[in-house]
């Protein structure tokens, strides 16, 4: 999951970029509203994380120029106006979420990880496929009751799939997803990350969970063909 954080506060922001990070997001940032919307036109985000008060632009102003391209970019704004007509205001004027700082970074977590799961339909936080089982919160991956040990990235292309489940996703979809602007990847990136999920995933002599179709991409099945 790719989330841009638009927030003018260095300390902050670099806290924030951390955090989600280390939960497992690839993650872009910007420290004014102008660039904030270029980035945000430009990229593929599930969650914008936005302050109200920025330079060159304001938050809002941003949010409803964004709305008006038709984005369906989850936003929560993160502010320090806390009254309930700033509030309406923001929801009203586009944004999915609010939340008033100071606030719980634990909390704040929690809500990305939330909007990405509804920006997919997808309401609970384990997706089951067959004996397989993905903890979106814990990022954890099991085959019944045994750990299946999965590298950050492999993990991130895995959650992916499977809230995209049944549907083919191309190369270059995976890619805006699960590489940020910090660490473009290989041309063969994406084939050698799949190679390497399905060598953990299959069990041998059954049909592989990740079907690839030429010219469509790569497609994970609730059950394996």
Same mark, same amino acid.
Not at 71 to 82: E, F, G, P, Q, Y
Not at 173 to 180: H, K, L, V
């Given at each position: ?60 102003? $941003?949010?409803?120029? %964004?709305?008006?391209?038709? @984005?369906?970019? #989850?936003?929560?704004?993160? /502010? =320090?106006?806390?009254? *309930? ?19 719980? $970074?634990?909390?704040? %977590?929690?809500?990305?990880? @939330?909007?990405? #799961?509804?920006?997919?339909? /997808? =309401?609970?936080?384990? *997706? ?98």
């Amino acid at each position: 999951m790719r989330v841009l954080i638009v927030e003018d506060s260095e300390r902050l922001r670099s806290q924030l970029e951390i955090a989600l990070r280390r939960a497992g997001y690839a993650v872009d940032t910007s420290a004014d509203g102008s660039d904030g919307l270029w980035r945000a036109e430009s990229g593929a985000y599930d969650v914008i994380v936005l302050d109200l008060m920025l330079p060159k632009m304001d938050g809002l102003t $941003l949010l409803t120029r %964004l709305r008006a391209t038709n @984005s369906t970019s #989850r936003v929560l704004i993160l /502010t =320090a106006k806390d009254s *309930v007509a700033d509030r309406v205001n923001g929801l009203q004027s586009g944004s999915d979420d609010y939340l008033v700082k100071p606030f719980a $970074l634990e909390e704040f %977590l929690a809500r990305v990880q @939330s909007l990405c #799961r509804r920006g997919y339909g /997808t =309401a609970s936080v384990v *997706v089951s496929l067959g004996d397989i089982s993905i903890d979106i919160t814990r990022k954890l991956v099991r085959r019944g009751t045994e750990a299946i040990e999965l590298t950050k990235r492999e993990y991130m292309l895995l959650e992916y799939l499977a809230l995209r489940r049944g549907e083919f996703v191309s190369r270059s979809e995976i890619e805006e997803r699960i590489y940020d602007e910090g660490s473009e990847p290989l041309s063969n990136a994406v084939d050698t990350a799949v190679s390497r999920l399905r060598k953990k995933l299959d069990v041998s002599g059954r049909p592989s969970w990740i079907r690839t179709q030429r010219g469509l991409g790569y497609r994970l099945d609730m059950e394996p063909a």
